[in-house]
């Protein structure tokens, strides 16, 4: 099968879970299909595989980096004619060949559309509707994209995979059972990863409770507002 792969980023230009799936999906379908990887980058083009259509994406500008990457994923169609599309985001068009979408929260990165935001729901709703299959990671998403007039029934969730084995304590280190207790919470800082719940329920805690807890935000600020509202509520907790 001819395979056309094409995502807004990849690793180790960026270092994200969405980037990362695609690397995955890109590597184990080439072990037995033709495969053509489009791929956007930020910071090096040689940080891509070889034999990528590596696309500059300008954050600052969105519209400019759509049209960049829908260029780009036209020219490689045209060049390899794929059999099926897989596509990381919606700036894939949808036409060029059986497209299933891999989709994260709708909402994310609104903010940098300022007054825009309607066309942008309008672009999402228009280009999800004619792929063959969106595919999304929990059930708040698709519930996300039924609210955004998409049919249920195209979109499938697949929940992502964590290998725990790599997250479990260091068993060589001796833990106190009295000792503080530090909390990692590693995601993008968007609202659709929460971590504005986690903030609250740790302010929710009784204030015994609190003095032996650090929670930890680690993430890429992706949406500076929400950034900067994580900030207020963590004020006066031990975030």
Do not use: C
Not at 140 to 160: N, Q, S
Not at 182 to 198: D, N, S, T
Request: zero cysteines.
């Amino acid at each position: 099968m001819r395979i056309l792969i094409a995502s807004r980023s990849f690793p180790p230009d960026v270092h994200r879970g969405s980037s990362r799936l695609v690397w995955n999906l890109w590597d184990r379908l080439r072990q037995d299909h033709e495969v053509v990887l489009v791929a956007g980058w930020r910071r090096d083009p040689s940080l891509l595989p070889a034999d990528a259509r590596a696309v500059r994406l300008d954050g600052g500008h969105p519209f400019k980096a759509r049209a960049a990457m829908e260029i780009a994923v036209r020219r490689a169609a045209w060049r390899f004619r794929p059999d099926v599309v897989l596509a990381s985001g919606i700036e894939v068009p949808v036409d060029v060949a059986p497209t299933v979408g891999l989709i994260e929260d709708p909402f994310q990165g609104e903010s940098a559309w300022g007054r825009l935001r309607g066309l942008r729901r309008r672009l999402w709703r228009n280009r999800i509707s004619g792929m063959a299959a969106a595919v999304v990671p929990s059930n708040a998403a698709k519930a996300r994209l039924e609210d955004f007039g998409i049919d249920g029934a195209k979109v499938r969730v697949a929940w992502p995979g964590v290998d725990t084995a790599r997250l479990l304590p260091d068993a060589t280190v001796e833990h106190g059972a009295e000792g503080p207790v530090r909390l990692l919470y590693a995601a993008r800082m968007v609202p659709g990863k929460g971590q504005h719940v986690a903030i609250e329920a740790l302010k929710g805690l009784h204030p015994n409770i609190q003095d032996r807890l650090t929670l930890d935000l680690v993430g890429a600020p992706e949406d500076d507002a929400y950034v900067a509202t994580l900030r207020r509520r963590a004020e006066g907790a031990p975030v």
